[in-house]
C-alpha cells in the first residue's frame, strides 16, 4: 500500500490520470463478465434502432474505469469508502476507431479528523464529460 501524509495533500491537487482505449472487443469481453449481453453494447443495428447514434459501452464498465484512479492512488481498493457517480453521456465506441476515455482524478476535500478524502474524478470521451459528480471517499 502507497503511504501518503494526509497533512501533505491540498484541494485540487491531481492525483493522478489514466486514459483507456476501448474497443468492441473490450465491450464483449465486459460483457461475458458482467453478464450484460444487452446488443446496444455490441451490435449498430439495435443500438440504432433504439434510437442511439451507435454502439455504446456499458455505464457500469465506465464507472469501474473510472475509479480505478483513486484505487491507483491509494494502493489498496479496500480503502475506498464510498463511491458514486451520474451518468451524463454515453460513451459510444466506433466499430474501427474505438472510443479513449479519459479520466483524472483531483482531491476534492480533505477530513483529516477522519482521515477521509474525496476524490472528485473526471471521465470524459472526446472532451465530452460522461460522468457527473463522480466521487471517491478513500481513507487514509
Known amino acids: 500500500m502507497t503511504h501518503i501524509n494526509i497533512a501533505s495533500l491540498e484541494v485540487g491537487q491531481e492525483i493522478g490520470s489514466i486514459e483507456y482505449r476501448l474497443t468492441r472487443d473490450s465491450l464483449v469481453r465486459y460483457a461475458g463478465a458482467s453478464g450484460d449481453f444487452n446488443p446496444i453494447h455490441y451490435r449498430d443495428d439495435i443500438a440504432k434502432a433504439v434510437g442511439l447514434d451507435g ?4 455505464g457500469m464498465l465506465t464507472m469501474g474505469a473510472a475509479v480505478q484512479v483513486a484505487i ?24 474501427v476507431k474505438g472510443a479513449v476515455l479519459t ?7 480533505i477530513d483529516v479528523e477522519n482521515s477521509i478524502v474525496r476524490i472528485d474524478i473526471t471521465a470524459s470521451c472526446a472532451d465530452v464529460a460522461v460522468l457527473g459528480k463522480a466521487q471517491a471517499r478513500v481513507r487514509i
Not at 454502439?55 to 456499458?58: G, I, N, P, T
Open 72 to 95: 491507483n492512488w491509494i494502493g489498496d481498493p479496500g480503502r475506498i469508502v464510498d463511491y458514486g457517480v451520474r451518468f451524463t453521456k454515453p460513451v459510444f465506441v466506433d466499430g
Open 103 to 109: 479520466v483524472i482524478g483531483k482531491v476534492g476535500e
Open 55 to 58: 454502439v455504446l459501452a456499458h
